[in-house]
């Protein structure tokens, strides 16, 4: 299982969410706390942020296929990134998957930035010609890009229903909405005075951390943050 990291707020650094933290994406590349289905996340990682400089929102992706932890460049060049959202992750490619770039999170469609942390069979994801790649996450995003970020519950239910064993951990952007389920594995949310972060495990030891509930969708907006369970149609606040 890879993790990711998920921010909807005022303007950051990149180096502010993904390596400055103690426990943060940098450190989950060697040393993740709650990962349970592996030990570490070295094939890869992915930074997507949204670019207001240019004409509308402009989904920006910067990935690598080799570890996060020892990337000195992007250690010099995060600080001087800013975004009000991002999707970030590091990876842990599943038995059988490329390693490569293309097949590193986040994935676009020039509009949204998705993540997946988990496992699928590709065999129950239809046919796509969309897929920046064969790997199961990248099947899955052009699906879910396909039906649209409206339906995700729905998706991740259906596709749940026709693989029992899939983990479903998805994290999407589009600039002013985050997206996430908890499908299988961890997620947290973190409520600050700036914005909020969604992340498969807390960044730090701040109290404020809350565990999202397995099967449960979360939305962000600037409205506030809205988990709806999975298995029921009506959301609470
Ligand atoms: N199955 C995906 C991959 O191979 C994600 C793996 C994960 O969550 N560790 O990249």
């Known amino acids: ?93 599943t038995v059988g998957m490329p390693i490569d770039v293309s097949a590193t999170a986040p994935f676009t469609d020039g509009r949204w930035l998705l993540s997946h942390n988990g496992i699928v069979d590709r065999a129950v994801l239809p046919v796509t010609t969309r897929a920046e790649s064969v790997c199961d996450s990248a099947l899955l995003a052009a699906v879910i890009f396909e039906r649209g970020l409206d339906a995700l519950g729905e998706t991740i239910t259906e596709i749940a229903a026709a693989d029992p064993g899939a983990r479903l951990n998805v994290l999407a952007a589009d600039g002013s909405r985050l997206l996430a389920t908890a499908w299988g594995d961890t997620l947290s949310i973190l409520r600050r005075p700036d914005g909020v972060v969604l992340a498969s495990e807390p960044y730090d030891n701040d109290s404020g951390w809350e565990d999202v509930p397995d099967r449960h969708l979360v939305e962000v907006t600037a409205a506030g943050v809205v988990l709806t369970p999975l298995d029921h149609p009506e959301g609470y606040r």
């Open 1 to 93: 299982m890879c993790r990711h990291l998920g921010w909807l707020g005022t303007d950051v650094t990149v180096s502010s969410l993904v390596l400055d933290p103690p426990c943060g994406l940098r450190v989950q590349s060697y040393a993740p706390r709650r990962q349970k289905h592996c030990l570490l996340n070295a094939d890869g990682w992915g930074v997507g942020f949204f670019d207001r400089s240019a004409h509308g929102q402009v989904p920006r992706r910067w990935r690598s296929q080799a570890p996060l932890w020892g990337d000195v460049s992007f250690e010099s060049v995060a600080p001087a990134l800013r975004s009000h959202c991002v999707v970030a992750a590091v990876r842990s490619a």
